[in-house]
């Protein structure tokens, strides 16, 4: 084709196009929207009808979802919620710059909170609620690395002390600190979710915004209007955990829901998405899942340029560019971004001929521009039925000057120099005079003046200030005895496993008339093998939409009852997932005052190894509730083989300081602790959790001997006292969970078969024993010459006589780490190694931690003693049928 040709087919399409768009805003005039919207759908059919299929495409034009002619009205007072907001700024950037001039390499973030800023303020000013009309309460989770800001609000607020600001990330410093994030556990009475452990914040705000809605389902919290906001990166939806729970918000409709994506195209070490457009692959995400997704691109500044692109050529060019030029673009000049943005076509370039280069290098984008966030959020939280997503284009490290915007080195600037402090200080018009600039003093205008006044009043007319936590429930009443009564008593003959114990009690729970309703059974689709499937019936399953179907076992009795106020929470497939609803119970307390026990029960592989980082974060929010980790035992577990077989998370469990650990045998082991936790948790208000692993191996459960309350709860006790009183060889054995049946069977062989007086202790907590020995230890190094304190394992064990042999289902490293306290030398066995698909026997056997092997280590401590022979010993590993060269399990 000559290019005369060509012109002219162009000019004729332009032409064409031109008498649709004029037919469609005719429909649109006299037929509305949705006639529109119909005719569209009609043109779309016969197109495809008549053979052309339509491109699939998931995103929208590179443009606002909302158009300017559909902004509300901006509520505030623009000016000084812009001066409030330079303050904020101001106080943000002068704490981390003062920490780091006094302590170099301290750290904080600078540039996460600058392009955040207005997605803080308009909500601050305008939506977060501490109270709603009705009652209920907003949650927000704060995005970790823009703390500074939050920080920097309440010194204005007058809720943070000169002092506290001064000490940000010295939280040991005289007069208290700031932590560098949100943790509840440092800041108990501020911060209430912690976050900075990228993608915890998504995916707890979703369990939350689900168990908000559980609870209004059953009756238990009788107001709703309180949303989830969830502040998050753009570089932080790259986390499995942020995106892999979104459709579940779809599927619940959970429109208390509010996710806001800083989307400043910059991570840590660069750009998101350099070469793509994270702002349209999250829309894609979010729209497939069925959120209603709302973008936030282009400030007002731009409005008028896009209410002239009657031809779609800007909007082309805004969809043509990637991230990693946007992100140029935004940092060059106003000359550039003419020449490079609107320079591509002459009809562009003439769309801007009338503004400067100056003006041009001042057009906001969207997430800098209050007029169009508030419009965006005003959207979500009007939106029903289904949750929503901002996505919010924003620069990093707006306003910090030539070295600190949108660099790729910004995420880690701490600092700015004079030059650029003087031009931050400007251009936010802070009332500080250039000689006192250089060591960028904090700035709190008096107590009366227009700001502060402003900020304070529209915090009063949400119902108060935020973040804010404290313990809204009252204590619990004591439960009664009488739901645990059964479990001291033992169970004959018959033979029972842990788990079906402690699935018996949590249905007793259940049953309870004054806590039953509050008792919150959560498994991850692994109900039926723990066998808690007849909880099914008894109190349903939550959904939220009740039961739309005829079950297929509807005949039965333990059929699949789902139901609007059942009280599982049957989560399907996610370790991750029943661990966030955990949280979002156990902090239900503090949260909503409302006292819900969590029993999260799950593959006790599953757990702290899977979700360790979930579970670190229960803690640093002190959550309360029962971790109970199923069909545990490295080689209790027969059969699953390797990935399945759990020695592990008894000593995963020792890092997480408030959370108690326990590894019982018995029936009366379980209920005295879940009494004795449910008693300091809810009773008490102690801030603890407790993890609990239980077998599926079954024995006949003895009842409770006397006088070991004290010792199940310490940690240790003694089972069995040995009948050979005039023996001259003794042995002291410790078992643990199902192992314990082991360390029995062998005190019977020693004392049949070689004279050896053996007593058993059950050992139900390595952790605590391993707390009250290093907590005597310290005080002891700390008080020379005082009375020594002495370890609860020592002052069981001091009077006993004979060797010490432990064995458990997990890694030796547990009875090794409170082995010091002990009056003399322990030979521990355990399960270090990987797994197999084996029988108990022969697993029990590899692993050594069988009766044969305590028999075997027994004799060993006695020949270390010198009371017997190597030749006996020899005799008895014949006599037991052990293979001295079989392979070490843990060898590599
Ligand atoms: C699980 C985890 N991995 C790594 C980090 C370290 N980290 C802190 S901030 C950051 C970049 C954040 O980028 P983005 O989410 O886009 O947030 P922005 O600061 O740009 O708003 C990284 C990698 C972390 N905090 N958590
Ligand atoms: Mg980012």
Not at 537 to 553: A, C, H, K, L
Request: proline share 5%.
């Amino acid at each position: 084709m000559n290019p005369s040709d060509h012109r002219e087919q162009v000019g004729q399409e332009v032409l064409e196009t031109r008498e649709w768009l004029d037919s469609l805003d005719y429909v649109l005039e006299n037929g509305g929207t949705e006639r529109a919207g119909r005719l569209l759908q009609q043109l779309e059919l016969h197109t495809a009808r008549s053979g052309y299929r339509l491109p699939f495409s998931a995103t929208t034009p590179y443009e606002n979802t909302i158009p300017s002619a559909e902004q509300p009205p901006f509520p505030g007072d623009q000016e000084l919620e812009r001066r409030i907001k330079s303050l904020v700024r101001w106080n943000a950037l002068a704490m981390v710059m003062r920490a780091n001039k006094r302590e170099q390499g301290i750290g904080g973030h600078i540039s996460t909170y600058a392009s955040a800023a207005t997605l803080y303020e308009v909500a601050f000013n305008h939506f977060f609620r501490a109270q709603t009309p009705d009652g209920d309460r907003d949650l927000v989770f704060f995005q970790g690395h823009a703390s500074p800001g939050m920080y920097a609000r309440a010194f204005l607020e007058g809720r943070i002390t000169e002092k506290q600001l001064e000490n940000f990330r010295r939280e040991l410093a005289e007069g208290g600190g700031l932590s560098s994030y949100p943790h509840p556990w440092l800041m108990k009475d501020f911060w209430e979710f912690p976050t900075v452990s990228m993608g915890l914040g998504p995916i707890q705000a979703i369990y939350q915004a689900r168990f908000n809605r559980y609870l209004e389902n059953r009756g238990l919290k009788h107001c709703n209007q309180g949303k989830v906001w969830a502040f998050v990166g753009d570089g932080e939806t790259d986390e499995p955990e942020s995106l892999g729970a979104i459709t579940l918000a779809s599927r619940e409709k959970l429109d208390n829901l509010i996710f806001v994506i800083n989307c400043n195209l910059q991570r840590l070490d660069g750009p998101v998405r350099g070469n793509g457009k994270i702002i349209q692959e999250l829309e894609a995400i979010f729209r497939g899942a069925g959120w209603n997704v709302i973008k936030v691109i282009w400030g007002t500044d731009w409005d008028q340029l896009i209410q002239q692109d009657r031809d779609g050529l800007l909007v082309k060019r805004m969809g043509e560019i990637c991230d990693g030029q946007y992100q140029k673009l935004f940092i060059e000049s106003g000359t550039y971004f003419r020449q490079n943005f609107f320079g591509s076509d002459p009809r562009l370039l003439k769309m801007v001929e009338h503004l400067s280069d100056e003006q041009i290098e001042k057009m906001r984008l969207g997430g800098h521009d209050p007029i169009k966030v508030y419009a965006a959020y005003k959207a979500a939280v009007d939106h029903t039925g289904s949750p929503s997503v901002i996505l919010a284009k924003t620069i990093k490290g707006y306003g910090l000057g030539e070295s600190g915007e949108g660099r790729n080195i910004t995420h880690q600037q701490k600092k700015i120099n004079d030059e650029e402090l003087m031009a931050f200080r400007s251009r936010f018009g802070i009332p500080i005079e250039d000689e006192n600039l250089h060591d960028a003093p904090f700035y709190r205008p008096a107590h009366d003046t227009a700001e502060i006044q402003y900020m304070r009043e529209r915090r009063k007319q949400l119902g108060g200030y935020l973040p804010e936590r404290k313990m809204r429930a009252p204590k619990l009443e004591p439960v009664s005895e009488e739901a645990f009564k059964e479990f001291f008593s033992g169970t004959g003959d018959h033979q029972v496993a842990t788990t079906m114990v402690l699935v018996r009690l949590i249905a007793k729970l259940l049953r309870d008339p004054k806590i039953g309703k509050l008792i919150v059974p959560i498994i991850p689709d692994e109900a039926r093998t723990f066998g808690m499937e007849a909880l099914f019936r008894m109190v349903g399953i939550y959904s939220s939409v009740g039961q739309n179907y005829e079950p297929v076992d509807m005949d039965t009795l333990l059929y699949y009852k789902e139901a609007k106020d059942g009280q599982i929470l049957e989560e399907g497939i996610t370790e991750a997932g029943g661990i966030s609803e955990f949280i979002a119970a156990g902090t239900s307390p503090a949260n909503h005052g409302i006292n819900t026990i969590p029993f999260f029960v799950y593959y006790s592989m599953f757990g702290l190894q899977r979700v360790g980082d979930l579970v670190w974060a229960a803690g640093d929010q002190r959550a309360k509730g029962f971790l109970c980790g199923g069909t545990a035992g490295r080689t209790t577990l027969a059969g699953e083989g390797l990935q399945h077989q759990d020695g592990n998370s008894q000593l995963l469990a020792y890092p997480v300081p408030n959370l108690l650990a326990y590894d019982p045998s018995f029936a009366y082991e379980i209920a005295t602790f879940v009494q004795d936790v449910i008693r300091r948790m809810y009773v008490e208000q102690e801030d603890l959790f407790y993890y609990i692993t239980v077998m599926n191996e079954t024995w006949a459960q003895p009842p409770m001997p006397e006088g070991v309350r004290e010792g199940i709860l310490k940690g240790l006790y003694r089972f069995r006292s040995s009948k050979k009183t005039d023996a001259k060889l003794k042995a002291q054995l410790f078992g643990s969970g199902a192992i314990m049946l082991e360390a029995l069977k062998a005190a019977e062989i020693l004392e049949s078969n070689y004279k050896v007086a053996t007593d058993v202790w059950s050992i139900t907590s390595y952790k605590e024993l391993y707390r009250d020995g290093n907590a005597c230890e310290r005080w002891n190094i700390l008080h020379p010459g005082e009375k020594q304190r002495e370890p609860f394992v020592t002052s069981q064990l001091k009077s006993t006589e004979g060797v010490l042999v432990a064995a458990s289902d997990y890694v030796k490293a547990l009875p090794e780490s409170i082995s010091r306290w002990m009056p003399r030398p322990l030979i521990a066995l355990g399960t270090d190694g990987y797994g197999r698909s084996e029988s108990r026997a022969a697993l029990r056997d590899f692993f050594e931690v069988d009766a044969k092997h305590i028999v075997l280590a027994t004799l060993t401590g006695l020949l270390r003693e010198g009371k017997i022979k190597a030749a006996e010993v020899k005799k008895a590993i014949t006599d037991l049928g052990i293979n001295s060269e079989k392979a070490d399990p843990f060898a590599v």
